[in-house]
């Protein structure tokens, strides 16, 4: 069976109550409450958006998140009552898209959910504008596959960070603000600078040479970024 939203937390009660409230608004959702049941769960279903909570009861959620990148790209968003800045750094380096902190407002939870399900909806609009291939001889971007190449290599992105990085040569050799990102790769204004922060990183670690000194995505400070090209 397909989902749009899977929930994966020890917290029962909480979980349960997610998941009617997110029935209840149409986003079709199921709950599981351990790794091994989550194991279970992909088994015989999918799901378009995962929500993770880090402490499980037979293990870790960040264990899980690495275990599930390996076999699927779908979003992934952290929910924790542990709200340091490593467990949020964590979260989105192993591959996390977003972190949530407990308690949460249900409302603004689906809000973000219902945001985020859009964003990797597939395009239907047949009159949208073609979309541009960005191929300097070194870093490559195929549009097809959604994958990246620098001298032939192949780089690994999430599906937001190659959204975000797409963007950003799109828009090529101009500053694009952080609102800017916010409002056109996340679509909501719930996103974080720290997170931002955190997977424009992620990208400078796959396609520069050297990200302490970036040659492609530059900082212009408090403002957003440029992508220089070649």
């Known amino acids: 069976m397909e989902y749009d939203c899977l929930i994966i937390d020890d917290e029962k009660m909480l979980a349960d109550n997610t998941k009617e409230y997110f029935n209840m608004f149409e986003v079709k959702t199921e709950a599981v409450y351990s790794r091994a049941e989550a194991e279970a769960f992909f088994k015989t279903n999918t799901t378009r958006l995962i929500l993770l909570d880090i402490n499980l009861s037979d293990g870790s959620g960040f264990e899980l998140c690495k275990t599930i990148r390996e076999k699927l790209d779908v979003p992934i968003l952290f929910i924790s009552a542990r709200n340091t800045d490593d467990d949020k750094l964590i979260a989105l380096n192993i591959g996390g898209d977003d972190y949530i902190e407990k308690p949460y407002s249900l409302g603004v939870l689906l809000a973000k959910v219902r945001v985020v ?76 600078d720290g997170t931002l922060n955190v997977h424009i990183r992620k990208i400078r670690e796959e396609i520069e040479d050297d990200p302490q000194d970036p040659k492609y995505i530059q900082t212009v400070w408090k403002e957003g970024y440029r992508f220089v090209s070649r």
């Open 117 to 192: 399900l859009k964003r990797y909806s597939p395009r239907t609009d047949v009159n949208a504008e073609e979309e541009k291939p960005y191929d300097d001889g070194n870093l490559k971007l195929d549009l097809t596959n959604k994958s990246v190449t620098v001298n032939g290599i192949p780089k690994k992105l999430t599906s937001l960070e190659f959204k975000l990085l797409k963007y950003l040569t799109d828009n090529k050799d101009r500053l694009v603000t952080k609102q800017e990102l916010f409002d056109n790769v996340w679509s909501d204004r719930f996103t974080t």
